[in-house]
Structure formats: C-alpha cells, structure tokens
C-alpha cells in the first residue's frame, strides 16, 4: 500500500490537460470578449427603424379596423379613417365626405399624434373606406416600403 506522500508525488507527476476551473474561466473570458464585439459591431439603427415601422403597421390597422367598424357611415355622407404621415410624425384622423380631417387618439398613446425617432421619415396620407380599402397601395416611412394589398387592405 501507498503512502499518502507517494500518492500524492505520483498525482503531482502526471499534469497533463487543464483543470476544470481554467476552462471555466477560459469560457467566461471569451463569452466576455463576444459581448463586447457583438454589441460594438450591431448599430441600434436598424432595429430603431424596424420597431418604428412596425408600430406604423398597427396604427394603419387600428384606422383600418375603424374605418370597416364605423356605423355613422352612410352612402350620402362616407366616413373614411386613416393615417396624415408628416416627416417624423403621423396622426390617425377621420375624414368625413372630404371635409377637414379630425384628429382622434392613437391606441397606446396619450394624443392623436405619434413622433417617431426618425427624422424626416416620409409624407403621405392612407385612409381606409367601410370596406377596409386603401386609398393608396404603398408608404414610404424611414426608407422603408409599406405595401398595402388594394382592394383588401392586408399589410403583411
């Protein structure tokens, strides 16, 4: 039988390989280091401009579901509601037989207007008719097409 001071010389011996703390702490550097080139290598615009066009998408359906969900509409006097796109900002109206557009609340928000991050992000005007109809088929906001299917009004 081995004593503990051989046992202990021969394990000392054989130091071949890493221990399970230096590849522990080996990962966590290089998990460190990806993080920062990661993080420094991705600009925050895209995604910016992507969560702003998104949001656009479902204000054009709130008007759209307003305008198909409108009983004070009639054939004498149509009800259309929409969307006024103006640089950096649009605003939900409703547009009754062409008279001067009234502003209404956006959903989520505390006015009628919504400022968008991006500067000089379009111009433009999309109101939706009782049946859900776009009156234009394509936006323009920060660079980025919004198509709108005619006739149905779906925006993908």
């Known amino acids: 039988m ?8 021969d394990r000392c011996r054989n130091n071949k390989g890493f221990t399970l ?15 920062v080139a990661i993080s420094r ?13 998104d949001t656009l998408k479902g204000h054009l359906r709130y008007a759209q579901y307003l305008a198909m969900n409108d009983v004070s509409s009639d054939a004498t006097s149509p009800t259309k509601w929409g969307i006024i796109i103006n640089g950096s900002s649009y ?3 409703k547009d009754v037989n062409g008279t001067q557009p009234s502003p209404f609340n956006l959903p989520g928000e505390s006015s009628a207007i919504h400022t968008s991050t991006i500067s000089g992000a379009g111009t433009g005007t999309v109101l939706f008719d009782e049946w859900g ?4 088929t394509a936006v323009t906001f920060g660079g980025q097409t919004i198509t709108i299917t005619p006739e149905t009004g779906f925006l993908p």
Do not use: H, M, N, Y
């Not at 081995?2 to 010389?9: A, D, N, S, V, Y």
């Open 91 to 93: 605003t939900l109206i």
């Open 133 to 136: 109809s776009p009156s234009v």
């Open 41 to 53: 290598g991705t600009g925050t615009d895209a995604a910016q401009l992507q969560a702003e066009v």
């Open 21 to 35: 703390i230096e590849i522990i702490a080996v990962l966590i550097i290089l998990g460190i280091i990806a993080a």
């Open 2 to 9: 081995k004593q503990i001071g051989e046992f202990l010389k």
